[in-house]
């Protein structure tokens, strides 16, 4: 694990987002020394006008509005500095591949717990 959730509106041009998931997913594995295998992606469209910014609504994915609402959930054992890395590597890969500004990328962390998360059939247990 790590999960990360991604919702945006939209977009006016075609996007693969299949491909961009994978693109993603790759460079989390990579750079944080995870098994690919252990890392989960997911893209969920928003509908149109139905995503507030500064009290607007639109209906497709602005470069500089309405920022990606990125959600990241990785095990309590990572470091501040590990966590800090997978979120640079997150907003870099997607201003890389997406026509999103980075500073149009808004991400949150939450920590998972060990027996907390169920994966592979079991309650999945870590030391901190």
Partial sequence: MPLIRI???P???EVNIPSMLGVLSKA???TSDIDLKHVMATWDYLSPHHYAHNGKVVDCQPDKT???LVHLVAPSFNTE???ANMLEVIANTLADV???AKENIFINFSPAYSDG????????EWDD
């Fill in 7 to 9: 919702k945006s509106l």
């Fill in 11 to 13: 977009f006016a041009q």
């Fill in 28 to 30: 989390v594995s990579e």
């Fill in 66 to 68: 309405h920022p990606l």
């Fill in 81 to 83: 500095e590990q966590i």
């Fill in 98 to 100: 997406l026509p999103v």
């Fill in 117 to 124: 998360v169920y994966d592979s059939g079991h309650v999945v």
